[in-house]
């Protein structure tokens, strides 16, 4: 891997670890495993929902997607013209 060429760093300067520093091991043990901790990402459950919250969820995001599509902003409250 060699350094980036436009990079205004330089990386020679800065100094290393102390021989007698010791690394944290919890740092350690996440940066040796290949997936995300369980409490970061819990596994997703099984099971139904009932039918009204998938229609609740369907019309949240067609508001929301309509609403874009006006250009209306949604964080800011609705434009202002002429103002």
């Not at 596994?43 to 067609?62: C, D, E, H, T």
Request: charged share 10%; proline share 13%.
């Amino acid at each position: 891997m060699s350094a980036d060429p436009d990079s205004d760093v330089d990386f020679s300067a800065i100094p290393s670890a102390d021989e007698s520093a010791v690394p944290d091991p919890q740092f350690v043990a996440m940066r040796n495993s290949g997936t995300l901790p369980l409490s970061y990402l819990p596994p997703a459950m099984p099971g139904s929902r009932p039918q009204w919250m998938r229609g609740v969820a369907i019309a949240l995001i067609a508001v929301f997607l309509t609403a874009t599509a006006a250009g209306i902003c949604l964080t800011y409250g609705p434009p202002v013209f002429g103002g």
